[in-house]
């Protein structure tokens, strides 16, 4: 046990040496305080002491504290920094994409429009050949019962031919 305070007490030691100090001097003070102890001072002065001691301990405490908490609201700071940034994009990335389904729903529906006017035109086109295949069919019929026709004709020009020879060549016979 020390007899005597130490010069830097309190504020010179370090924690660990101030906690053993306070320990020591309440020690000193319960010895102090008996009947027959041989100390000069009283109990009061070891008491006082371990206050001193105590109290320089908690002001460590309160300005770590202190340092502690300056720390965390700096923290904080950035935290809610970085919270407005990710709502910021956030934000931007909700956005694009309403933007991106309001592109799709509009591009789907020109896609059906396209197809339904596909769909028209492939009926109409399909309407129109065949109008147009019926029309070539019919004007081919027409000209096979003109080339029917005109065989008949030809053909019929052919025996008349033949007939007119004939009689041309029983003429001449007759002659």
Sequence with gaps: MRNVISENYPNGLNNEELLEAIKDYSKEATIAGRPNSQ??????????????GQSEI??????????????????????????????????????????LAILTVILSYITWEYSKTSVKSDSTWQKEL??????????????????????????????????????????????
């Design 130 to 175: 065949i109008q147009v295949l019926n029309q070539n069919n019919v004007e081919l019929k027409e000209i096979k019962s003109e080339i029917m026709h005109s065989n008949n004709l030809h053909k019929n020009l052919n025996e008349n031919s033949y007939d007119i020879k004939n009689n041309n060549s029983l003429q001449r016979f007759l002659d």
């Design 58 to 99: 908690a002001n460590r405490i309160q300005i770590n504290l202190f340092e502690e908490i300056k720390k965390l609201t700096i923290e904080i700071k950035y935290l809610k920094d970085d919270n407005r940034k990710s709502s910021k994009i956030n934000l931007i990335l909700s956005t694009l994409t309403i933007f």
């Design 39 to 52: 100390y000069v001072v009283g109990p009061s002065y070891w008491k006082e002491m371990v206050e001193i």
